[in-house]
Every structure is written in structure tokens, then in C-alpha cells.
Nanobody, 120 residues
Framework: QVQLVESGGGLVQAGGSLRLSCAAS??????MGWFRQAPGKEREFVAA????????DYHDSVKGRFTISRDNAKNTVYLQMNSLKPEDTAVYYC???????????????WGQGTQVTVSS
């Protein structure tokens, strides 16, 4: 019904930048979010944005470094990641929810994920 495809991941050195994209097929919900999951770790909230793009939220660990945005005409959400740290290494997923939440369980549709690796 809804397909989300992430892209833009890769290998970067600490302090570098990446921009992740999530292209959606089908109607996205009110909230689009980014989550990440490292091996052996729980999936954690990174950032979220409402449909209008005027309301955003970030996990404290990425606040000031990451910026979430969306282009509704392209049905795409972005995550600009600056000043990357090794602890940012994870598979990054985009997802959509009908309501704002930081909990993965409330997001109904997910992409396949894109690997972000930050070397020190």
C-alpha cells in the first residue's frame, strides 16, 4: 500500500555530512519520522516532521546536527546529517505515522533502511 525507499547512506569520516532521502509511493501520513538501529540495539527515534514541515522534533543526541525536512510535491522526506560521529553509525529507516510519536511501534509503514557508517 505504501512504499518507502531510503537512499543516501554510505561511509563517511567523523565530522562529515550525509543527506538521506526517503521517497514515498502512495499517501504519506501526517508525520514522517527517521529512526536508526545499530546491531544489537533497539530501534531509536531520530527525528520527525509534520505534513506542513513547520513542526519538527529531534532526539537530543542529534539536535543541532541533523535537520529533517520534507518536500510534499515530491513525496519525499530528507535527513541532513552534519558533524557525524561514530555513534551515529546505524541503519537509518524512514517511517510514517498518523500521529506524532517517538515510539517505533506507532509507525505503520517503514522503508528497508539505508546504512550509515561513520569512521573515526
Amino acid at each position: 500500500q505504501v512504499q518507502l525507499v531510503e537512499s543516501g547512506g554510505g561511509l563517511v569520516q567523523a565530522g562529515g555530512s550525509l543527506r538521506l532521502s526517503c521517497a514515498a509511493s502512495g499517501r504519506t501520513s501526517y508525520v514522517m519520522g527517521w529512526f536508526r538501529q545499530a546491531p544489537g540495539k533497539e530501534r531509536e527515534f531520530v527525528a520527525a516532521i509534520t505534513w506542513s514541515g513547520s513542526n519538527t522534533d529531534y532526539h537530543d543526541s542529534v539536535k543541532g546536527r541533523f535537520t529533517i525536512s520534507r518536500d510534499n510535491a515530491k513525496n519525499t522526506v530528507y535527513l541532513q546529517m552534519n558533524s557525524l560521529k561514530p555513534e551515529d553509525t546505524a541503519v537509518y529507516y524512514c517511517a510514517t505515522s498518523t500521529a506524532y510519536s517517538t515510539h517505533p511501534a506507532t509507525y505503520a509503514y517503514w522503508g528497508q533502511g539505508t546504512q550509515v557508517t561513520v569512521s573515526s
